[in-house]
């Protein structure tokens, strides 16, 4: 029996950057699955995240929200009552809906739950088999006659990098310094202003690619089963992912660092037989938080409140003409973060694309950077010129942008020392 509406599947993949996937041209195979997907659904070639970490990014893309509309800037920010979730829109009318996420900043007293009918937290360091085997269940007592939203957070690709067996020995290679993969090794690094070698920084970079490859591996799992209990019919699949990861780019790694590419370029992916094309890709630019007002027209739903992203829709018959891209990061005492033992670091970032140009500006220092993606996508050269018109153009739209913000009340949650070590492991705090 057809439903009336899609059932939703939304997959979000911590700390994956765009560029480390075959689709989107990397040379190791490492997303065989999430290619086919890609092959069969529309690519969105220059998706853009609304923060380079987790809690701002996520919060984001589940409200179509900008991060700090909704006062979800820092490290111990929570959901204000007043930001409407994309559970909540889905559970009001009428769907089922449960959430399956690996991550503290996603967590209950968070707000992310807010809607969702079941909300199950994985947060000791599950792997995506462990979080497949609870999605199991419960689609094993879901109703197959009323449609679901289904978000599932999967965290394997996030520091410390440690792919299971057999994946440690993915391409042919294998990194026996797994030590040098963790976040506590990467983040003294940073602390120190330390270097490592090039076949160290190689290794680690491996550890990472093996991460993903698991990870693919796991969802391959994840369909496989969905089709066997025919709960893939009439789905729409969206692949996603909150920030990127660096590896020395700019002279740093991990993430909550910058908005340069390789944190805010992110894979995006929807999938949606007979209803949208097949191995399309999207050029122009387009940003994380376009992917609820999508969800929710390919739904036939209307939300009883103002979302700032648009519906990609259009995207799908023919390119879009180019519109602005923002993203924001927020490094304060206040907030935390793993940066909080260096105050020289301490910082907010505004980010303006268009296109292939690209704008940075940093509040703290009131600087800023310009760069053509075209021609310098790995931002080398700073080309910024006060009265170079592109830079003129860029330099307006953020500071509109920045003014038109309409800034929350920011509230905050007490984390438990429980978490507070967890997030430590992970290189969030010292």
Same mark, same amino acid.
Not at 369 to 379: H, N, S, V, W
């Given at each position: 029996?057809?439903?009336?509406?899609?059932?939703?599947?939304?997959?979000?993949?911590?700390?994956?950057?765009?560029?480390?996937?075959?689709?989107?041209?990397?040379?190791?195979?490492?997303?065989?699955?999430?290619?086919?997907?890609?092959?069969?659904?529309?690519?969105?070639? !220059?998706?853009?995240?609304?923060?380079?970490?987790?809690?701002?990014?996520?919060?984001?893309?589940?409200?179509?929200?900008?991060?700090?509309?909704?006062?979800?800037?820092?490290?111990?920010?929570?959901?204000?009552?007043?930001?409407?979730?994309?559970?909540?829109?889905?559970?009001?009318?009428?769907?089922?809906?449960?959430?399956?996420?690996?991550? %503290?900043?996603?967590?209950?007293?968070?707000?992310?739950?807010?809607?969702?009918?079941?909300?199950?937290?994985?947060?000791?360091?599950?792997?995506?088999?462990?979080?497949?085997?609870?999605?199991?269940?419960?689609?094993?007592?879901?109703?197959?006659?009323?449609?679901?939203?289904?978000?599932?957070?999967?965290?394997?690709?996030?520091? %410390?990098?440690?792919?299971?067996?057999?994946?440690?020995?993915?391409?042919?290679?294998?990194?026996?310094?797994?030590?040098?993969?963790?976040?506590?090794?990467?983040?003294?690094?940073?602390?120190?202003?330390?270097?490592?070698?090039? =076949?160290?920084? !190689?290794?680690?970079?491996?550890?990472?690619?093996?991460?993903?490859?698991?990870?693919?591996?796991?969802?391959?799992?994840?369909?496989?089963?969905?089709?066997?209990?025919?709960?893939?019919?009439?789905?729409?699949?969206?692949?996603?992912?909150?920030?990127? =990861?660096?590896?020395?780019?700019?002279?740093?790694?991990?993430?909550?660092?910058?908005?340069?590419?390789?944190?805010?370029?992110?894979?995006?992916?929807?999938?949606?037989?007979?209803?949208?094309?097949?191995?399309?890709?999207?050029?122009?630019?387009?940003?994380?938080?376009?992917?609820?007002?999508?969800?929710?027209?390919?739904?036939?739903?209307?939300?009883?409140?103002?979302?700032?992203?648009?519906?990609?829709?259009?995207?799908?018959?023919?390119?879009?003409?180019?519109?602005?891209?923002?993203?924001?990061?927020?490094?304060?005492?206040?907030?935390?973060?793993?940066?909080?033992?260096?105050?020289?670091?301490?910082?907010?970032?505004?980010?303006?694309?268009?296109?292939?140009?690209?704008?940075?500006? %940093?509040?703290?220092? %009131?600087?800023?950077?310009?760069?053509?993606?075209?021609?310098?996508?790995?931002?080398?050269? !700073?080309?910024? =010129?006060?009265?170079?018109?592109?830079?003129?153009?860029?330099?307006?739209?953020?500071?509109?942008?920045?003014?038109?913000?309409?800034?929350?009340?920011?509230?905050?949650?007490?984390?438990?020392? =429980?978490?507070?070590?967890?997030?430590?492991?992970?290189?969030?705090?010292?």
């Amino acid at each position: 029996m057809k439903s009336k509406q899609p059932n939703v599947l939304l997959i979000t993949l911590d700390t994956l950057r765009a560029d480390a996937l075959g689709c989107y041209g990397y040379s190791q195979p490492t997303s065989p699955f999430i290619d086919g997907i890609a092959g069969e659904g529309v690519r969105f070639e !220059n998706a853009v995240a609304q923060a380079s970490w987790t809690l701002p990014s996520l919060a984001s893309l589940m409200t179509s929200q900008y991060p700090q509309e909704i006062g979800m800037t820092n490290f111990n920010s929570k959901f204000t009552d007043n930001a409407l979730r994309a559970a909540e829109i889905y559970r009001n009318n009428g769907y089922q809906t449960a959430g399956f996420i690996t991550c %503290d900043f996603l967590a209950q007293n968070r707000g992310f739950a807010e809607g969702f009918d079941v909300y199950e937290e994985h947060l000791n360091n599950a792997l995506a088999e462990d979080l497949n085997r609870s999605v199991f269940k419960w689609l094993a007592s879901h109703d197959p006659e009323i449609p679901y939203f289904l978000w599932i957070h999967y965290f394997d690709i996030h520091a %410390d990098y440690d792919p299971p067996a057999p994946f440690d020995k993915s391409f042919g290679r294998s990194f026996d310094k797994k030590e040098l993969g963790t976040a506590s090794h990467l983040q003294n690094l940073l602390k120190n202003s330390q270097q490592m070698s090039e =076949e160290d920084a !190689n290794g680690v970079r491996l550890l990472y690619d093996q991460e993903i490859h698991y990870l693919d591996s796991q969802l391959q799992d994840l369909w496989n089963h969905f089709k066997k209990e025919n709960a893939l019919h009439d789905t729409v699949t969206v692949i996603a992912s909150d920030h990127g =990861e660096e590896f020395r780019e700019h002279g740093g790694m991990l993430h909550t660092t910058s908005l340069y590419e390789e944190l805010v370029h992110v894979p995006l992916i929807m999938h949606y037989p007979g209803q949208i094309p097949s191995g399309k890709t999207v050029q122009t630019p387009v940003q994380n938080m376009d992917v609820l007002p999508t969800l929710l027209e390919l739904c036939q739903l209307t939300p009883d409140c103002n979302l700032k992203g648009k519906s990609l829709l259009p995207s799908f018959e023919a390119e879009p003409k180019d519109s602005f891209c923002f993203s924001h990061l927020q490094v304060s005492q206040d907030g935390g973060s793993y940066l909080d033992w260096k105050p020289s670091l301490f910082r907010t970032l505004y980010m303006a694309r268009k296109g292939a140009d690209k704008m940075i500006y %940093d509040a703290k220092n %009131d600087s800023y950077e310009f760069y053509d993606l075209k021609r310098d996508p790995g931002e080398t050269c !700073n080309r910024y =010129e006060v009265s170079h018109p592109k830079c003129i153009e860029l330099k307006e739209a953020l500071s509109q942008w920045i003014e038109s913000q309409k800034k929350e009340d920011a509230e905050s949650v007490e984390m438990e020392r =429980e978490v507070l070590e967890r997030l430590e492991a992970l290189g969030y705090i010292e």
